[in-house]
T-cell receptor, first 113, second 114 residues
Framework: AQSVTQLGSHVSVSEGALVLLRCNYS??????LFWYVQYPNQGLQLLLK??????LVKGINGFEAEFKKSETSFHLTKPSAHMSDAAEYFC???????????FGSGTKLNVKP | ETGVTQTPRHLVMGMTNKKSLKCEQH?????MYWYKQSAKKPLELMFV???????ENNSVPSRFSPECPNSSHLFLHLHTLQPEDSALYLC?????????????FGPGTRLTVT
């Protein structure tokens, strides 16, 4: 089975600073990788995904992530944090024809003024 | 309505009550999922339905009973729950059996068991 590790359950950055949220996965086959965001009292919203092709993936709200096979990583970045980015972020991996997802434990991003 | 909807958004029930959660997707998907999200725990996949057939049951206690009458609707019937069942229950949908597609989530039902 897959496992997904998100380093840091809480990350705090200043407004305008770089955002870096880390995600590592275990997989013996090329995975499909996703980042989701969850705002309070809401469901999960897709930020971006990697399936094949270009390893640098751009998503919504200025976020991007890079798939590094050698490091089994899919870290999420944003050059300049905004107050509205404060939320919880989940990394996920899917495999197989039944599209089963494995989620990380989440990272809460706090943005300080 | 668009996307994935869930009702009710909030539910408080006693341990002896019976209630149901409803999920509806308007995306033309054929796979639907129930997840449990508790504080300080990763998202837990509970059930998966593909083309109305249950394809996954992650050792969920029998006090949770899913029902999928068609590809657009998913229910979670609840009875004799425990306080530790209090959580946010999320429904999701996707194109089943298509590798690499994303799941679309509803807003969730916040369940409190008293």
């Amino acid at each position: 089975a897959q496992s997904v590790t998100q380093l840091g359950s809480h990350v705090s950055v200043s407004e305008g600073a770089l955002v870096l949220l880390r995600c590592n996965y275990s997989s013996s086959v090329p995975p499909y990788l996703f980042w989701y965001v969850q705002y309070p009292n809401q469901g999960l919203q897709l930020l971006l995904k990697y399936t094949t092709g270009a390893t640098l993936v751009k998503g919504i709200n200025g976020f991007e992530a890079e798939f590094k096979k050698s490091e089994t990583s899919f870290h999420l970045t944003k050059p300049s944090a905004h107050m509205s980015d404060a939320a919880e972020y989940f990394c996920a991996v899917s495999e197989g024809n039944f599209n089963k997802f494995y989620f990380g434990s989440g990272t809460k991003l706090n943005v300080k003024p | 309505e668009t996307g994935v909807t869930q009702t009710p958004r909030h539910l408080v029930m006693g341990m002896t009550n019976k209630k149901s959660l409803k999920c509806e997707q308007h995306l033309g998907h054929n796979a639907m999922y129930w997840y449990k999200q508790s504080a300080k725990k990763p998202l837990e996949l509970m059930f998966v339905y593909n083309f109305k057939e249950q394809t996954e049951n992650n050792s969920v206690p029998s006090r949770f009973s899913p029902e999928c009458p068609n590809s657009s609707h998913l229910f979670l019937h609840l009875h004799t729950l425990q306080p530790e069942d209090s959580a946010l229950y999320l429904c999701a949908s996707s194109h089943g059996r298509t590798p690499g597609v994303e799941q679309y989530f509803g807003p969730g039902t916040r369940l409190t068991v008293t």
